[in-house]
Structure formats: structure tokens, C-alpha cells
């Protein structure tokens, strides 16, 4: 009995080895990644990435801003002020002399201001400007067969064929600011007005019916700087209102100067 316990015991044992053995030499699987079964997936197009807005205003650039061509209000600026130096005041009666024909000088003593201007000379003291006075008014009678109250258009023909001047324009219906543009390209301005209409304190009253005055610039507050030879000292630099000369601006008309039409006389150097 003992011998047949001992064998069965043997043999267990033998069996137990082998069982052993056989699993120390079986291979081991590496693990396995779970997958998930996926269906084809459908492809979605990028889409713009929204910009970010904002209320704020851009920030100024440090560059300046050029303008462009089609931008001509920095080009043609009329200047905020304008003095035309070398126009230079001379009196319609020099000699301090109203009687006649002194009183009906105004035409001829603004087309000696402007002329001289125009050539660049100047203007000589009351005795020079007495004999150029009547120099005008001997052209005058002899083109016009008078001298007195000359229109606008007769003054040109003053300053074109008795001063040889080549840059004189007739300006019709001029506007304030053709006006000052032409001061400010250099140009000395002759305004026929209805004299009575300037409402200027130095006149004998009531004041001439017609009367020629000559622009030389205009201010920032509003006011035009005339040589007006109306006076024999208080019409140099005198200054008036933009608005008054633009409702006095009249020409002769006859003498119904109230009605006459609007013009200016523009003069520049002689070149």
C-alpha cells in the first residue's frame, strides 16, 4: 500500500512539472489597443476665422497725408489776407484844388494809381501827379471827346492805350472771391461805384454820384484796403466793408449809376 502512495504521489508530481513547464515556454500576446468601428467621416470646409470688431476709432498714423490730384482744396486756397504793397495812394486833387475839373478826376487819378503799380514806378508828389492828371485827361478828350465820368470799359482803354498795359481784364458780375483772387495772384483792382452808396465820413456831402476807387488787398476780419483819391489824406489804406463794396460796385450807366452794371477792372505787373 505505502508502495502504490508513493507512486501515485510521483506521478502527480510528474504531471505538475510538466504543467509548469509548459506554460513558462508559452508566448505572451502583447496587449491590444481597444478600437472603436468608425464610419467614414464627411469632410467639413475651413471657414473664415471671424475678425475681431471693435466701437473704437483707428489710431492716427505718425504719416502725412498726401493730397491726391483730385484734391485741389489745399492747391487753390485763397489766402486768408492779402496787401499789395507797391499800390500807392494818389489824390484826384493833389493841389488840395476841388473846383472843377478836380472834382471829376476819380477815374483818371485810380488809373494813374493802378498804371503805376503796374510798371513798377512810383508815384511823384502833388505837382507830378497834377500834370499826369491833366496828361489823362488830354487822351480823354481827344478818344472820348470828354474826360468826365468814364465807364469801366473807357477806363480800360485808359490803362491799354494811353499806358501801353497789357494784363488789364473787364470783369463782369465778379463774386467776392473772384475779387480776392485776383488780389492774390498781384493784381490791383479798379471798382466803379455809385459814390454815395460807400457812405464814406471824409466825402463833401452827399457824395459823388459816381466814383472810381482802386483795390490793393483785403483783411481776415472782413475788409477790403482801397487807395480811394476821393480824399486828399484820408483815403490812403482806407478800408471798407467787403459787403459795401459789392453793393457799390456799379458802372456809369449813363448816370443811372444805382443800375449800372457789376465790373471790376484787374490790373497786373507789366511783364
Same mark, same amino acid.
Given at each position: 500500500m505505502k508502495l502504490l502512495a508513493t507512486i501515485i504521489i510521483v506521478i502527480g508530481m510528474s504531471v505538475g512539472a510538466w504543467f509548469l513547464l509548459s506554460q513558462?515556454?508559452?508566448?505572451?500576446?502583447?496587449?491590444?489597443?481597444?478600437?472603436?468601428? &468608425?464610419?467614414?467621416?464627411t469632410i467639413i470646409p475651413s471657414l473664415p476665422v471671424p475678425q475681431k470688431t471693435t466701437s473704437e476709432e483707428p489710431k492716427p498714423s505718425n504719416t502725412?497725408?498726401?493730397?491726391?490730384?483730385e484734391d485741389t482744396s489745399s492747391t487753390n486756397m485763397i489766402p486768408a489776407s492779402v496787401v499789395l504793397k507797391d499800390v500807392h495812394f494818389a489824390s484826384q486833387a493833389p493841389l488840395k484844388n476841388w473846383d472843377y475839373p478836380y472834382q471829376e478826376f476819380c477815374e483818371e487819378a485810380a488809373s494813374l494809381i493802378a498804371a503805376f503799380y503796374a510798371l513798377g514806378k512810383t508815384i511823384p508828389g502833388p505837382d507830378g501827379v497834377n500834370a499826369e492828371l491833366f496828361r489823362?485827361?488830354?487822351?480823354?478828350?481827344?478818344?472820348f471827346g470828354f474826360y468826365e465820368d468814364t465807364t469801366a470799359q473807357e477806363? &480800360?482803354?485808359?490803362?491799354?492805350?494811353?499806358? @501801353?498795359?497789357? +494784363?488789364?481784364?473787364?470783369?463782369?458780375?465778379?463774386?467776392?472771391? +473772384?475779387?480776392?483772387?485776383?488780389?492774390?495772384? @498781384?493784381?490791383?483792382i479798379m471798382v466803379p461805384t455809385a459814390g454815395r452808396m460807400l457812405g464814406n465820413p471824409y466825402f463833401k456831402a452827399p457824395g459823388p454820384l459816381y466814383h472810381m476807387i482802386v483795390l490793393k488787398g483785403y483783411t481776415s476780419s472782413g475788409y477790403f484796403i482801397t487807395q480811394d483819391p476821393g480824399t486828399n489824406t484820408k483815403g490812403e489804406n482806407y478800408t471798407y466793408k467787403f459787403s459795401v463794396i459789392m453793393n457799390a460796385m456799379h458802372d456809369w450807366n449813363g448816370g443811372d449809376v444805382n443800375n449800372g452794371a457789376k465790373v471790376v477792372i484787374a490790373v497786373g505787373k507789366q511783364k
Open positions: 513558462q515556454n508559452e508566448p505572451v500576446s502583447a496587449p491590444q489597443a481597444t478600437v472603436t468601428p &468608425t464610419t467614414p467621416s502725412p497725408t498726401v493730397p491726391s490730384s489823362i485827361k488830354e487822351f480823354e478828350e481827344k478818344e477806363t &480800360t482803354r485808359i490803362l491799354k492805350e494811353f499806358y @501801353g498795359l497789357t +494784363d488789364v481784364t473787364l470783369m463782369q458780375n465778379p463774386s467776392l472771391e +473772384d475779387i480776392k483772387s485776383q488780389l492774390a495772384q @498781384g493784381k490791383a
